[in-house]
Each structure stands twice: as C-alpha cells, then as structure tokens.
C-alpha cells in the first residue's frame, strides 16, 4: 500500500541520514510473496525473500500505527545475517521517522565506522 504523506515522510528522513532508501514497488510479484500479515508478524523469511529481487545489503521492515494524537512504530533492520528491532513511541509522523532512521543510522555507523586497525592514516 502506498501513503504519499508517510512515503514522503521516510524519504525525507532517509535523505537527512544519508541513508540511500529503495521503496518496494509492491506490484503483482510483491504482493504474491508477501503480504500484510507476513511484514505485520515481522516473519524475516518472507521479507528476505519478496526483497532478494532488490540485490541489497540491508532491509528494513516496520509497522507504522496511526493512533488518536500521534504515531508509534516498530522497527527490524535485516543486515549481516542478524536482525535489530526497536521501536518509537507515540510521536508526530516526522519526529517517529526521524527517530526510525536514526535507529538505521546508529548500527550501521557502528558497523562501517573504521576501528583503529582499519585506519588509513599510519
């Protein structure tokens, strides 16, 4: 299901990481590998596979909830043949996704900063 305003939203706090973001199409072919209910039960076989046609390092899945005030997620990142979960609590739309991608943000920096035996400098 696409939401302009939530897809928008995403984009834009991917791009104020840094963070290069691909949104599934969702098209026939998605929607006959997984569904609702499969990304809902954050089953990480049927979201590897229905993403394995993107020939990308890392995946992250996440349930977005609209409620009265405020917005609240869950969040997995598939990376490294090991899953981080987290979630946000109960923000607006823009503050929850900044807070999201920072989760991204956060262990990927961890696991691409260079240590001191990694240092280019002697």
């Known amino acids: ?3 302009p305003k939530v897809e ?6 991917a791009m104020a990481k840094g963070i290069p973001l691909l949104l ?3 098209d026939l072919e998605e929607k006959q590998a997984i569904s ?6 954050a089953k990480p076989d049927k979201i590897l596979e229905a993403s394995s046609r993107y020939d990308v390092a890392t995946i992250l899945s996440g349930k977005l909830v609209k409620k009265r005030t405020c917005w ?3 969040w997995a990142l598939h990376f490294n043949n090991k899953i981080e979960r987290w979630t946000v609590s109960c923000t607006d739309l823009k503050t929850n996704l900044n807070n999201a991608l920072q ?3 956060e262990y990927l920096s961890v696991f691409y900063a260079l240590r001191n ?3 280019i400098i002697p």
Do not use: T
């Not at 609702?36 to 039960?41: G, N």
């Open 8 to 13: 928008k939203a995403i984009q834009d706090a």
């Open 1 to 3: 299901m696409h939401i």
């Open 36 to 41: 609702v209910i499969d990304i809902l039960a």
């Open 103 to 105: 989760g991204v943000y």
């Open 24 to 26: 599934p199409l969702m």
């Open 117 to 119: 035996e990694d240092s």
């Open 72 to 74: 609240s997620s869950e």
